[in-house]
């Protein structure tokens, strides 16, 4: 059965960085784009970041973009989060998704949380001030 499991998370302080890992098994993910999604308490998951099966694109919200950079590596099934100059609005669950698409997808299509059909369990991250 495919999976897909996050690590990496950890408490921070401001200004810090983490990298988070998302390891998957039981199938292989090359032509799914993979989703980094993150729930902090009393909110909605949101979308943070995604990057296309290819590897090609990638897509990030407003308050990540130039902080945390997305990649893949299909060879190893793996992709991975990095998150520098963290800020306490960063605090929160991060999954891991996966999704797929038939070539690239464009914007709302990859920051749909509904077409992300594979989620791991997610990893805390907490940045402290």
């Known amino acids: 059965q495919a999976q897909l499991v996050e690590s990496g998370g950890g408490l921070v302080q401001a200004g810090g960085s983490l990298r988070l890992s998302c390891a998957a098994s039981?199938?292989?993910?090359?032509?799914?784009?993979m989703g980094w999604f993150r729930q902090a308490p009393g909110k909605e998951r949101e979308f943070v970041a995604a990057?296309?099966?290819?590897?090609?694109?990638?897509y990030y919200t407003n308050s990540v973009k130039g902080r945390f950079t997305i990649s893949r590596d299909n060879a190893k099934n793996t992709g991975s989060l990095k998150m520098n100059s963290l800020i306490p609005e960063d605090t929160a669950v991060y999954y891991c998704?996966?999704?797929?698409?038939?070539?690239?997808?464009?914007?709302?299509?990859?920051?749909?949380?509904?077409?992300?059909?594979?989620w791991g369990q997610g990893t805390q991250v907490t940045v402290s001030s």
């Open positions: 998704a996966a999704a797929p698409f038939l070539g690239e997808p464009n914007v709302p299509q990859a920051m749909g949380l509904m077409r992300y059909n594979y």
């Open positions: 039981g199938r292989t993910f090359s032509t799914y784009a």
């Open positions: 990057i296309s099966g290819s590897g090609a694109t990638t």
